[in-house]
Nanobody, 117 residues
Framework: QVQLVESGGGLVQPGGSLRLSCAAS????????MGWYRQAPGKQRELVAA????????NYADSVKGRFTISRDNAKNTVYLQMSSLKSEDTAVYYC??????????WGQGTQVTVSA
């Protein structure tokens, strides 16, 4: 069974930075896409950033462009999200997502990011 383990969340002041990590383990033969989503209280889960085509192409939500960077280490089946210039509206539970093998979606357990003074 494929497992995703996230780390790196926490409390940070506005303007600060955090780096999230998500390590995948288990029977992974092909990674089609890796991404990060977030869900704030009372809101729907939304895509934050995605990396497809072995990392050649990346997509970002408009709200995080220029502040967040997604990267990946294919050898380690790990995806990262570097978050800078954080704002209070970035507060949410962040989930990593992998689309693997024949198109199966796998989710991490979620990590809380709180941006507050």
């Amino acid at each position: 069974q494929v497992q995703l383990v996230e780390s790196g969340g926490g409390l940070v002041q506005p303007g600060g930075s955090l780096r999230l990590s998500c390590a995948a383990s288990g029977p992974i033969f092909r990674i089609n896409a890796m991404g990060w989503y977030r869900q704030a209280p009372g809101k729907q889960r939304e895509l934050v950033a995605a990396s497809v085509s072995s990392g050649i192409r990346t997509n970002y939500a408009d709200s995080v462009k220029g502040r967040f960077t997604i990267s990946r280490d294919n050898a380690k089946n790990t995806v990262y999200l570097q978050m800078s210039s954080l704002k209070s509206e970035d507060t949410a539970v962040y989930y990593c997502n992998l689309n693997i093998n024949s198109g199966s979606d796998c989710w991490g357990q979620g990590t809380q990011v709180t941006v507050s003074a």
